[in-house]
C-alpha cells in the first residue's frame, strides 16, 4: 500500500514521508495527535498536522535547546521545560549532573502518554526522582514561578494552545521566574519561513532580558530544515559557556557546534539586528 | 487551480510546492528540464524532476560552493566550474577582483538557454568577458585542463550525466588539472539522508588530495535542508583563509558564517572521520 503523511508547512510548501503504519490518532482536549511510524524517520509525533518528533532527527531539537542555555548557565540547579511533553528535553537535561530538579509543564497530559508507549527512547528519564510533571496551562504556571535558574519554552508553533506563549507579556513571566544569572530559551521557528515571527519574539525578549542571541540548529523534519532558538540572559554572556559535562553523549551538540551556531548567515544577522537598539 | 510540484527526495520523502505557473518544460539531450513558478520560493529550476536553484533561496548555495574555496587559495585567478550552467556560482566568482577567467563546463547548452530566460538575476555574469562557456562533458574537459588555482564541481545529483563527476578517476583527474596550491570543492549531498555517499567522496578525494575537507550550509530546498560541500587541498589550510574582498556583497556567507560551516555536527564529524586515516 502506498500511504504518505503530509505535513503542510505553510500554506503554500509541503513535507510528505512515505508511512509503514499509522499507529495511533486521537483528539485531545486541547488538539489532534498522531503516531505514524515512517520509512525515512522512524516513528513522527504529529500534533494538529505538525511533525514535533521523529526517532531518528529528535536528537538536534533537545540537545540544542538544552545544552546552549544548561551551558551558558553557571550553575543551573533548578530547571523547568514548559511543553516538550515528550520528555527528549528533560532526557538532556539529566545529562548535567549538577541539576537538582526539573519541572515539565506540559498542558496535554495524553502527548506525555503517547511518547511513553511509542517513543519509549525519547521518554526514558520522564520517571527519573528528579522530575516533577504538571499537567497544565504553562503561562498560569510560569506566573507564579520564583528562582530558576533556566527555563526552557519547548513549545509547539504558535497557533492553538502554545499562542500565549509568544506574547511579550508571557516573557516578561519568564524572567521573573528566574533568578538573578537566569536563562530562557525559546524555540523560535525558521527564520527562512517565519522571520517577521523571530523579529516579534527578539523584540519581546529584549524588553525583559539583558542580552538576547539568536542560534541555530539543523532539523530535517521541521520547515526549512533550519530552526532557530532565542536565548534570553538576565547576566552570562553566551560567549562564555562552560564546557559542560565530561564525556556526555551527544550526536549533535559539542561546545564548537554551540559557538558555530550562534554565527549567523547574514540574512539572519540582519534580520535580528533591525531589531536591536541603534548604536550611538 | 491547485497545482503542486513535488520532488521525490528520496524515494520515501517529497517536498511539494504550490504553483503560480509552469513556465517551460522541455526534454533536452541530457534531462528533462522544467522551470516553474512558485508561491514560496519564486521560479524553480528542476532537471530530471529535482530542485536544482530557486529565486528565492539560491545565494545560500552559490555563495558557499564559491566563495569559500576561492578566500582559502591565495590568489585564485584562473578558476573552473564542472556543471553550473544557471551562472550563479560564476556570478559568485566574479565578485573577486583577482579572478582573471572562468572557464564553465556544462554539459547541457539548454540550462544555460533556460537561465539566460527564467532566471535574469541569476544568469547576469555569463556574458562578462572573462567568462568562457564550454558546452562539453566535464569529465574529458578536465582531463586536459592544466594549471588552474580553483576548480568549483556544481553538478546534479550521482544519477544521470552527472554519475561520472562522483569517481576516484574523476578526482585524481580534478587534482592534475589545478596547480600547486589548488582547491578542488565538490557540491556533496545530505549528511542526513546520503551518509555513505559522503563517505565514498571523502574517500575518492583523499586519494588525491593532501588535505580534505568538508562544510555545511543550510538549503531549504534541497532534501533535509542541510547541504554539504568537500574541498579537498593541494596545499592552502581552510583555516587559514583570506577575509575576502572588501565589502563583498553576499545574503550569507561571511568570514564568520564560513569559519562555522566547518564545526561539524557530532554525527557528521563521525562520519567523515571514519574515512580519516588511523592516526598513530
Known amino acids: 500500500m502506498n500511504v504518505w503523511v503530509t505535513e503542510w508547512q505553510t500554506p503554500d510548501v509541503g513535507l510528505s514521508l512515505k508511512v509503514k503504519a499509522v499507529l495511533w490518532q486521537e483528539r485531545t ?41 544548561l551551558t551558558v548557565h553557571p550553575h543551573p540547579r533548578r530547571v523547568a521545560v514548559i511543553g516538550g511533553g515528550d520528555g527528549g528535553t528533560i532526557r538532556e537535561i539529566l545529562k548535567h549532573p549538577e541539576v537538582e530538579e526539573v519541572h515539565l509543564v506540559e498542558i496535554d497530559e495524553r502527548v506525555v502518554e503517547a511518547s511513553r508507549r511509542f517513543f519509549p527512547r525519547i521518554a526514558e528519564k520522564l520517571d527519573d526522582p528528579r522530575v516533577h510533571l504538571h499537567f497544565t496551562d504553562g503561562i498560569a504556571w510560569v506566573r507564579d514561578a520564583r528562582n530558576f535558574d533556566v527555563i526552557l519554552v519547548d513549545s509547539t508553533d504558535p497557533v492553538g494552545p502554545a499562542e500565549g506563549l509568544f506574547t511579550p507579556a508571557f516573557y516578561a513571566s519568564l524572567a521573573a521566574a528566574l533568578g538573578p544569572d537566569g536563562i530562557a530559551t525559546v524555540q523560535s521557528e525558521s527564520p527562512f519561513l517565519q522571520a517577521d515571527l523571530i523579529r516579534r519574539i527578539h523584540t519581546g525578549m529584549r524588553a525583559s532580558f539583558a542580552g538576547v542571541y539568536l542560534y541555530l540548529a539543523n532539523v530535517p523534519t521541521y520547515p526549512s530544515g ?33 559557538a558555530a551556531a550562534f554565527r549567523l548567515p547574514v540574512f539572519v544577522q540582519e534580520l535580528v539586528r533591525a531589531e536591536e537598539p541603534a548604536q550611538p
Open 29 to 69: 482536549p486541547y488538539q489532534e495527535l498522531a503516531v505514524v511510524d515512517t520509512e525515512a524517520y522512524g516513528r513522527v509525533l504529529l500534533l494538529d498536522g505538525a511533525i514535533q518528533t521523529t526517532d531518528r532527527d529528535e536528537y538536534v531539537y533537545h540537545e540544542m535547546i538544552t545544552h546552549v542555555p
Open 226 to 258: 533550519l530552526w532557530s532558538f532565542t536565548l534570553g540572559s538576565k547576566g552570562p554572556d553566551p560567549g562564555a559557556a562552560r564546557p559542560g559535562p565530561a564525556g556526555m553523549a551527544t550526536r549533535y551538540w559539542s561546545p564548537e557546534v554551540q
